[in-house]
């Protein structure tokens, strides 16, 4: 280890060092509450944070347990709050945070806590499955659906969401009473309102047009910043909200 | 937010509100429509009372009395009034129904915003329409000095 940490002057070398995670556990069989427990890892500049949380299973306490799936940011299942913020373990690089500090890890806010980093995903695809996230046309064509590139570039940006919920579970409105379709919800539906090929926007916009819909979005920007994808989810809500004004999307 | 936050049944299954109007949306209408006229009528009020003529110095009873003889101005603060007070009062009611989760203790915040915005809204109206710097047979100890020439 010692050789390791001389090389920080060579240029471009892939350094080492020790970082403090301070992890959020919970055990609904043993803990009445929620308690951090802080590990010393030792990782690299080229690490990401999942790879912190995979030393800690792994090496420390095979006990710590949180979800994650391709590792590669794309499926959505290590959707965590990182320092405060709601990031993909997989995309956070060790050396984008200050390790100076120890870097807090705990699940994401808002739904119900099942064990340490996971937490019980179903109300957030029970407000998705609502909004009928699924391409709905009358028309059976022979070949394919055709569609042009400015048709697809209309709804390009909302065809991107992994529904990883780090949109929802940083919104400061689905957190007061998770009633509200939430960030996610409605940029799926957006993702369909939107599509030329699709006939049931209507159908979406009037179930957004509720008292739990689009109406209870404060543009906050929270979900924006919160997206891993880079979606920007604030201007989508807002589209669906002129969409229902006009009346049509 | 305080860091241990979690609802134990997040989002009850969507029930279709009922037909009818909706107050959510003509609500969210009422807010970006009424800002847009508040922005203009604040700052005109600003500029006439602060700006013009002496400037602040100018502000006294006979000035107020002045402008609310004045239809033109009766009219002016009447929208003035109605469109801040339900503005504030709208935004009041998306605040409690933000973070008041019990339904009972929201019915009651409800009730009492609307009946505050009610009496505020007759009280203000009345004195707009109604106001009278020298009332004909007061006291001329209590009335304003200028009221002598008219009394």
Known sequence: MATATDTTAEVGAVQEFTVTVIIRRFDPEKDAEPYWQ?????????????????????????????????????????????????????????????????????????????????????????????????????SKPEKERIQSIEERARFDDTTKCILCAACTSSCPVFWTDGQYFGPAAIVNAHRFIFDSRDEAAQVRLDILNDKEGVWRCRTTFNCSEACPRGIEVTKAISEVKQAILRGRP | MTTDLTLDAPRAPHARTKRGINWEKWGWIYMRVSGVLLVVLIFGHLFVNLFLGDGVSQIDFAFVA????DPFWQWYDFALLVLALVHGTNGMRTIVNDYVAKASVRRILHTALVASTAVLLVLGTLVLFTFDPCPAGADPELVASFCEDIL
């Open chain 2, 66 to 69: 002045g402008k609310l003889s």
């Open chain 1, 38 to 138: 802080d590990f010393d890892v030792q990782m690299y500049s080229t690490d990401r944070v999942l790879d912190a949380l995979h030393k800690v299973k792994w090496d420390q306490d095979g006990t710590l347990s949180f979800r994650r799936s391709c590792a590669h940011g794309i499926c959505g299942s290590d959707a965590m709050r990182i320092n405060g913020r709601n990031r993909l373990a997989c995309k956070t690089l060790i050396k984008d945070l200050d390790i100076t500090k120890p870097i807090y890890i705990e699940a994401i806010k808002g739904l119900p806590l099942e064990k340490d980093l996971i937490v019980d995903m179903e109300p957030f695809f029970a407000s998705y499955r609502q909004v009928q996230p699924f391409l709905q046309s009358s």
